[in-house]
């Protein structure tokens, strides 16, 4: 069964950074494998914030954080990471990881990190 | 791919039928032959969970009660025999195409 566990998230002031972290397990970090991104504003919908190859070689990012945020993974603690640069109050929002909502394959969700941006 | 979905609000009386609406700005068939449309369900603070994928295909463990339709820009969830645990957000989203969009939502509230 595949897991994944949000961790990380804080206040943080506009212009900041802050990494949230996601633990992934059941699931071999392997090429052709993604794992997703996305946030929830408060009393809002979903977004998705982007995705990452589990074996590094591709990320997608949505055009609102493109190079500001980036992904990352560590293999060894079966761990990806998003790496939140210059921050702003409209990313004040719970990021979650998944997976596989899109073929139901390895479909997981995680309970969320959130993540305030506020002076 | 912009993602609409009505209705937004929608109250429902227990054993009665609701249908949402979803449609894309573009057809969301893919060059693979799959049409990657989803819906997901979201109870108040609560992650949200899969109900429906490839939009027809009900996902593990959800009830008959819930189906998926439609084909290239037109997509229908419906809920028959609506119960009270059926209440929160339902959204659609494509994952046919990056970025993957969703769905403004649509609450489902208990009369």
């Known amino acids: ?24 397990s059941g699931l071999t970090f392997t090429r052709d494998v993604y794992i997703d991104w996305l946030r929830q504003a408060p009393g809002k919908g979903l977004e998705w914030v982007g995705n990452i190859m589990l074996d590094g070689t591709e990320k997608n990012y949505v055009d609102s954080v493109r190079g500001r945020f980036t992904f990352s993974r560590d293999n060894a603690k079966n761990s990806l990471y998003l790496q939140m640069n210059d921050v702003r109050a409209e990313d004040t929002a719970v990021y979650y990881c998944a997976r596989g ?16 941006v506020s002076s | ?18 249908s949402i ?14 049409t990657y449309l989803s819906w997901l369900h979201q109870r108040p603070g609560q992650p949200p969970r899969l109900l429906i994928y490839k939009t027809s295909n009900r996902f ?29 957000v339902y959204y659609c989203v494509q994952v046919t195409q990056r970025p993957h969009t969703f769905g403004q939502g649509t609450k489902l509230e208990i009369k």
Do not use: K
């Open chain 1, 1 to 24: 069964e595949v897991q994944v566990v949000e961790s990380g998230g804080g206040l943080v002031q506009p212009g900041g950074s802050l990494r949230v972290s996601c633990e992934v």
């Open chain 2, 1 to 18: 791919i912009v993602m609409t979905q009505t209705p937004l609000s929608s109250p429902v009386t227990p054993g009665q039928t609701v």
């Open chain 2, 21 to 34: 609406s979803c449609r894309s700005s573009e057809s969301l068939v893919h060059s693979d032959g799959n």
């Open chain 2, 60 to 88: 593990s463990g959800v009830p008959d009660r819930f189906s998926g339709g439609g084909a290239g820009t037109d997509f229908t969830l419906e809920i028959i025999r609506v119960e009270a645990d059926d209440v929160g």
């Open chain 1, 101 to 116: 909502f899109g073929s139901a394959w390895n479909f997981v969700w995680g309970q969320g990190t959130t993540v305030t």
